[in-house]
């Protein structure tokens, strides 16, 4: 007879969302268990955010030794050893895991169970020969990557953006198929560690970032060495017995380029294959038929169940996990109201240079009608520290009202993920462009990107009749 087990919250996925709600919902002294049939630590920890940064980060090393000459340094010829770039990125992940271990959950009060989950009805899971009969249940179980149907890509070894990071060896020519800021991150971290690598994007490469703030990041890229080809659909995928034909149109004009490897980076679907959602009266949206029917707060149309993280959809982001399963955790054990506040949540590209955004771009901005707009920009070559660093390739923007009520904010440039935390905080307590000039940064900083956008926002308004007569009535002043 199966064991049956009644927690207060069952939550289905250990990712970043689901950790998050289990520990959150524990720390309040709530019964919880845990059902992930995969490693613990999800997409983040083993095939994403952590493996792909911690690439990133080899790859920039790579490319300081390159261009140290111009800090004084004389550096023989670069020679990159992939088996051990890939040892440190396992070495990350190893130093990280016991963090989201079993051992640590168990020690939290947590329940884990290493098992398939499947509703058998809407208010009970089986995870393998236990019956999970939750008051509450969410779903963490993350979003696998999307594989385009293209004629003949089956019939070839490929990389997604999660089994990439199996690779130990040096790849000659990768053509990435798709410019999602994972499939973008990637293709530069490759090419600085010394592989060819073509990007082809049927649209546009970074296409949901501001388009000026995107051009400065994929201009770094193409200065590189990485061919980025806009507006090239990938027509056919041809098996050879040495590499890989890829047939590429631009246009009316045809190519085949010739590849040693492959990676798709076209986007991710959530992953809800095998959990039995009908039985549980769990439907999907009418308007995609992929992603799952969701209140503002995260509620499926089965009244006990959530879901938070890449399966809800949205913007893929371990942070926005993270924020979910706080959320969400608490509005299913209290019945708290929670609803998300989309524009507070930053979004990170980690190339070099970064590109942060939070809020509204200035495209969404003057797109929902608004003639009040105020867009400030200030250079990176203006600020002392990124001349120091030789790091000035790149523009910070703030996009106001005239009364300095901050709408969004965007960055490119080095340390853009550090820096546009600041602005995170300012819009999240309400703070307005002038607030920004109270700010005091250390110098030199990259900071004081932050409060020259407020003087110069300032300065804009310098213009005004009214501040114009207040500066003539005080000149009378003793």
């Not at 004084?72 to 051990?84: A, K, P, Q, S």
């Not at 986007?267 to 999907?284: F, Q, T, V």
């Not at 993270?322 to 930053?346: D, K």
Request: aromatic share 4%; charged share 20%.
């Amino acid at each position: 007879m199966a064991d049956i087990l009644t927690p207060d919250l069952c939550v289905i996925g250990a990712g970043a969302g689901g950790l998050a709600a289990a520990e959150l919902a524990a720390a309040y002294g709530a019964s919880v268990v845990l059902v992930e049939r995969g490693k613990l630590g999800g997409l983040s920890l083993n095939t994403g955010a952590v493996p792909s940064k911690a690439l990133l980060a080899a790859a920039t090393r790579a490319h300081q030794l390159r261009t140290s000459v111009a800090f004084g340094m004389v550096t023989d010829e670069l020679r990159i050893n992939t088996r051990r770039v890939y040892d440190h990125v396992d070495q990350v992940i190893g130093a990280l895991a016991p963090r989201d271990g079993e051992a640590r959950l168990k020690a939290l009060g947590i329940d884990v169970l290493a098992a398939e989950a499947r509703f058998v009805d809407s208010r009970t899971i089986s995870a393998g020969e236990t019956l999970i009969r939750a008051r509450r249940f969410i779903l963490a179980t993350g979003a696998s990557a999307a594989v385009p149907e293209i004629p003949g890509l089956q019939a070839v070894p490929f990389f997604t953006t999660e089994t990439i990071f199996d690779n130990t060896r040096k790849l000659t020519h990768l053509v990435v198929i798709g410019g999602s800021p994972l499939g973008v991150e990637i293709a530069q971290s490759y090419a600085r560690l010394g592989t060819l690598v073509t990007l082809v994007d049927p649209a546009q490469p970074l296409a949901g970032a501001d388009p000026e703030l995107a051009e400065i990041a994929l201009r770094r890229m193409r200065d590189e060495g990485v061919d980025i080809r806009p507006e090239t659909a990938v027509t056919a995928i041809i098996a050879r017995s040495m590499g890989i034909g890829v047939a590429v149109r631009t246009g009316d004009a045809e190519q085949v380029l010739d590849a040693s490897h492959i990676l798709v980076a076209t986007g991710r679907l959530p992953r809800i294959a095998g959990l039995d959602l009908d039985k549980a009266g769990i439907k999907m949206s009418k308007a995609d038929a992929a992603q799952l029917q969701l209140t503002p707060g995260l509620r499926t149309t089965n009244r006990r169940v959530y879901a938070v993280g890449d399966v809800a959809g949205g913007m893929p982001s371990s942070h926005l996990a993270q924020l979910q399963g706080e959320g969400v955790a608490r509005a299913a054990l209290f019945g708290w109201p929670w609803r998300q506040q989309a524009n507070l949540v930053p979004q990170v590209t980690y190339t070099d240079p970064e590109l942060a955004e939070i809020g509204l771009s200035e495209a969404a901005a003057r797109t929902v009608g608004r003639s009040d707009i105020v867009v400030t920009r200030w250079a990176f070559a203006e600020n002392d520290r990124a001349r120091a660093d030789r790091n000035t390739f790149g523009t910070a923007k703030l996009i106001t009202d005239r009364a300095g009520r901050i709408l969004g904010a965007g960055v490119v440039g080095n340390g853009a993920g550090e820096l546009i935390a600041l602005f995170s905080l300012a819009m999240a307590r309400g703070l307005s462009a002038r607030h920004l000039m109270d700010f005091v940064a250390p110098y030199p900083t990259y900071a004081e990107i932050a409060r020259r956008l407020g003087l110069e926002f300032q300065r804009g308004l310098g213009a005004n009749p009214l501040l114009r007569r207040l500066i003539a009535v005080v000149r009378y002043l003793p």
